[in-house]
């Protein structure tokens, strides 16, 4: 899977270049991305908030350095979820992404939305204080805190919602260029929607500690994580991204040291898809592969730690990154051999059968896999990746097609599907993969533009899938026609 990353990342590079030239074109063409119109008090209503949250999820692929890693993707949305289930005031579905970014920062938005940079979690020492950081900024979108100070602050300086949401999209997820971005759009007034208010603070240390709390979690975890965070900016003239936009004042902190002070702690059973999640992100989004070997073979080298886990797992995944693909096998396949139902263990199986071309070997598992966990999406893009890897893009397509109909926006099984149909020399539904990439980074010119061309290599009597085209240009230009009019 992580051959097909890497593809994944360039094809992200290239849709974003391509966005970014819709934008550039606009004026001329008449394709301009969502105007999301201007900001009036008591004007964001949570459905226009769920709107906009889907248009924001989009921009988040084009814009963000978002990793779209199927393990990272379901252990950041599982524990994500299980805190939402205890939440008050939940509108509208969350979504939870990780944003490889070296400062510690995490930060949440519209309709559900909230993101945390890989350093934040390669900080967290245990799964409590990850959760205490994902549960405040849950309290954020659960208190509506960003869309009641656009509107406080409208009464100072109209703004249109689109130049504000990019000013913070953009802070947030790079502080240092969300100043200039934030001038750009004349915003300088409305620093208190990127820097919440102290009220605002207190209210999301609240309700995010009694989340994670009734989530099962350690109250200890909140503390920790943030009084840690305060010694940091402390001993360093240089803040750390979070206290930009989660300002720490000392009087937040004896707030948050009084709440968890009278808490009685909590046993929290470890849980290991956190190790493993950590790990991952260290080998494959942080430093050179050479580096992780280096790290991993001193930390298995200390005689309590030579049968870790963790650390044999990181050891294989750094190797098969150098492409030391029989070394990296021997290890995964000892592990596998002690768990083989861990879907960490199974990926990277597959990418190491890969590199070292046994195809039949790693459909043969994966297939028996399947059985036992249908519809699993680490399992089924993997099975596919393996599949067009092998030459049988056709049983891909058949694969892939059942999953869209249940995830019908995960943008890398549009990929696969995409790879799968390049490989049968299938140039109609080829076009109209790529859109359905294109659509999902809002480049709907673009977008339209490829289903224009998949019409051209329509065969002649295919009426049904000539007015299937028609039908979804029809309906990508209504999506951005009803943006507009938000």
């Not at 290239?14 to 970014?20: E, G, K, M, P, T």
């Not at 779209?68 to 949305?77: A, I, K, M």
């Not at 990277?348 to 195809?359: A, C, P, Q, S, W």
Request: net charge neutral.
């Amino acid at each position: 899977m992580f051959n097909l990353l890497k593809k994944l990342s360039v094809l992200c590079l290239s849709l974003s270049v391509a966005l970014s030239s819709v934008s550039v074109n606009a004026v001329s063409n008449g394709n301009k991305l969502p105007d999301l119109g201007t900001v009036a008090a008591g004007s964001l209503t949570i459905e226009k908030e769920k709107v906009i949250g889907q248009v924001i999820r989009r921009q988040l692929r084009a814009t963000s350095p978002v990793i779209s890693d199927p393990l990272l993707d379901e252990y950041l949305n599982d524990l994500g979820n299980k805190l939402v289930s205890k939440a008050n005031d939940v509108r509208y579905p969350f979504d939870f992404y990780l944003i490889k970014n070296p400062q510690l920062n995490a930060f949440a938005t519209f309709g559900g939305v909230v993101a945390l940079h890989t350093r934040t979690l390669l900080e967290s020492e245990t799964e409590s204080e990850l959760a205490s950081v994902i549960g405040h900024e849950i309290a954020h979108v659960t208190q509506r805190h960003i869309a009641r100070t656009i509107e406080e602050n409208q009464r100072n300086a109209p703004l249109t919602i689109a130049s504000l949401l990019g000013a913070i999209l953009i802070a947030m997820a790079d502080p240092s260029a969300g100043a200039a971005a934030i001038t750009t759009a004349q915003a300088s007034s409305q620093q208190m929607a990127l820097n919440y208010n102290r009220h605002n603070e207190k209210e999301a240390d609240r309700i995010g500690l009694r989340i994670m709390i009734d989530a099962g979690f350690d109250p200890n975890g909140a503390r920790d994580f943030f009084v840690r965070l305060a010694e940091q900016s402390r001993y360093s003239s240089k803040l750390p991204a979070m206290l930009y936009s989660h300002p720490l004042p000392d009087s937040r902190v004896s707030d948050i040291r009084a709440r968890v002070d009278g808490l009685e702690p909590k046993f929290v059973r470890p849980n290991p898809a956190f190790h493993f999640a950590k790990v991952r992100t260290a080998v494959l989004y942080t430093h050179v592969p050479s580096y992780h070997v280096e790290h991993f073979r001193a930390k298995l080298n200390e005689p309590e730690q030579s049968e870790n886990p963790y650390y044999k797992y990181g050891l294989a995944l750094a190797l098969m990154k150098t492409d030391a693909f029989t070394e990296a096998s021997k290890i995964i396949d000892d592990l596998l051999q002690q768990q083989g139902n861990n879907l960490y263990y199974l990926d990277l199986k597959t990418d190491i059968e890969l590199g070292l071309k046994r195809y039949k070997d790693i459909l043969d598992l994966l297939a028996m896999k399947l059985e036992l966990m249908p519809n699993n999406q680490v399992l089924v893009l993997n099975y596919a990746n393996a599949l067009i890897s092998a030459k049988q893009a056709q049983k891909a397509v058949e694969i892939l097609k059942d999953f869209i109909i249940l995830q019908p926006e995960h943008y890398l099984a549009w990929q696969l599907m995409s790879d799968a149909y390049k490989q049968l020399g299938n140039r109609a539904m080829y076009h109209q993969a790529q859109a359905e990439l294109y659509a999902l980074v809002l480049a709907y010119p673009k977008a339209i533009d490829e289903l224009h061309t998949a019409f051209n290599y329509i065969d002649r009597q295919s009426e049904t899938d000539k007015k299937r085209i028609s039908a979804r240009i029809k309906q990508l230009r209504n999506e951005q026609e009803n943006i507009k009019r938000l």
